[in-house]
């Protein structure tokens, strides 16, 4: 159900266009994060949040890949599958993803605790092969580390502690931000928490203005 | 011993040295995604210096004498596009900052700016908005990059808190906001006049040109949109003056880029590397070589936008002209190295794959275009395609080519028409024997070879 707590915040976002209409596709964001998928009651809210018709919002829905109108599993795992990934064996772990989760890419598992999705170009080209989690990176997959992180992912039973390792590596010339998975470990880092608090304060509407 | 690429003569006496970092001296500096910290290495002292010892026409000269130009992949001088704005339309301007990073084969804007160093863009963005006259100014993350989004929302807060963005900023009377919008999955996004109808609130479907941006934009308004490296660059610009970053790189290209180096390198990653630098130099010495001890089949110098160079090409400067000369486009800088033992039927499927999924249906020789030339290299890949499909592929890229509102459909034919040029004979292969020259993937050789199924 669409709360006053998220009408406040859907008026938030409006506030920070010169045109309402232009908060189409963040107010579709936080709808689609508070029901999980894009609902007809999350349709309605945002066409009333920026001012257009339901019809005009729906048909911006369905342009855009991240909104889905169906509800997908509890861990969305992208892989990526473009050029550079395909490169250096993202196949391999798709595959390996599809034998181990019992899944297809495109499908959710019947406990809807999975989705597993091929992504297009995740810009992770020299961190590949890459993938994502509920949008988190994590690079430089092999079949084994992907492994790791299902067995997190079932032991945990949540991806909200999820994290992964991201820090900015050089190697005295070249330069790249890469986040691996840590196999004693895959969920512990201290930035990403400060990061979950600020956009806690960000959906507050603590966008000073 | 070619140490110092893309420099013209006299190295020793640039002013930076030869490998000077305009966008990354501060990468891997712990917290310098924070505002104290940035402030600290000398965050927000460009601005400062911008607002009190520039006009912003003087700026925009500036940055036309520093040869900077677009870093999405057009290369257009970014002096002249500001330049391009009307003097006279009352209505507001707006500058739209494309952080729409999605061209495969490239990774830094996220990486190397974004994530680790999100006040470099803000602070360019408050300069760039200053020299153009912008009170409102907006950054389109790209809708996958959730973390990107989130750094450069922090940052943008941060900024306010310091007074460096809201009302009258550092007491210079200048005004301006800053709104960080998220895409929601759509590569045709970071086509400027696409990324304004989704700007908008709508689909994004690219608009035809002209009218540019520059004159009609967002809300129809007079708008500049740029690229997010085009924009981390300018703080730099200022910070050193226009003749210091113009003596870097070539003739016609000034400066450094963040190069994207990715697929079968030893070390692939991001190099700040002066316009110019040799293929050869960035793959061997800064990539560590091809992976493996393996040879270079081709590459592709730009973004999988753009056509591949062959293994006798590596000489070729990595600056816009020589690229072109050369037959391909520097584009987005996305160099992604193929080794000797990739299919490249099988690589080319892969990346027209990408096209056929993104395109965004506006248009119909690109959309269905990109659907057959799938169909096709499918079956070539596959070991089941005719000889003639090598011809009908070149074919329908002919009918994609220019004859779509954007150069979405024009960046799809790249790969195929480059590569049936180089490797013709190893399409011929796939249909002759229903199978593959190389790699692990023969498998149609294997197929022919082995059981006859």
Sequence with gaps: ?209 | MSETPGTTPANNSLPLGPTPRFLTRNFGVPGIDRIEVYRQHGGYESLAKALTQFEPDALVEEVKKSGLRGRGGAGFATGMKWGFLPKDNPKPRYLCVNADESEPGTFKDRVMIMEVCPHLLVEGTIISSFATKVHHAFIYVRGELPLAERQMARAVREAYDAGLLGKNILGSGFDLDITVHRGAGAYICGEESALLESLEGKRGYPRLKPPFPAVVGLYSSPTVINNVETIATVPAVVEHGADVYAAYGTEKSKGTRLYCLSGHVERPGNYELPLGVPLRTLIEDYGGGVRGGRQVKAVVPGGSSTPFLKPSQLDTPLDYESVAAAGSMLGSAGVIVLDDQTCIVGAVLRMTEFYRDESCGKCTPCREGTFWLVQLLERLEAGHGKESDIPLLADICDNIFGRSFCPLGDAATMSIVSSIKLFYNEYLHHVTAHGCLVGPRARGVAVGAGANV
């Design chain 1, 1 to 209: 159900m669409i709360g006053e707590e998220v009408q406040v915040r859907l008026r938030e976002i409006v506030s920070r266009y010169p045109s309402a209409r232009s908060a189409m596709l963040p107010c579709l964001h936080l709808v689609q994060e508070e029901q999980g998928y894009i609902t007809p009651e999350g349709i309605i809210a945002v066409a009333e949040a920026i001012g257009a018709k339901p019809d005009e919002v729906e048909s911006v829905v369905t342009f855009y890949s991240m909104y889905t109108e169906e509800p997908k599993g509890r861990c969305v795992i992208k892989v990526c599958t473009s050029i550079a990934c395909y490169l250096r064996g993202c196949d391999d772990v798709l595959a390996h993803l599809e034998q181990r989760l019992g899944i297809r890419k495109g499908e959710t598992s019947s406990d809807g605790r999975f989705t597993l999705e091929a992504a297009e170009c995740l810009a992770a080209c020299g961190m590949a092969p890459a993938m994502q989690v509920n949008g988190r990176f994590f690079e430089n997959v092999t079949t084994e580390s992907a492994d790791t992180l299902v067995d997190y992912l079932v032991s945990a039973g949540d991806t909200a502690a999820l994290t992964s390792a991201w820090q900015p590596v050089s190697d005295g010339r070249g330069m790249a931000t890469v986040s691996r998975l840590d196999a004693a470990n895959p969920a512990v880092e201290a930035v990403e928490a400060a990061d979950t608090a600020d956009t806690t304060a960000q959906q507050n509407g603590a966008h000073e203005r």
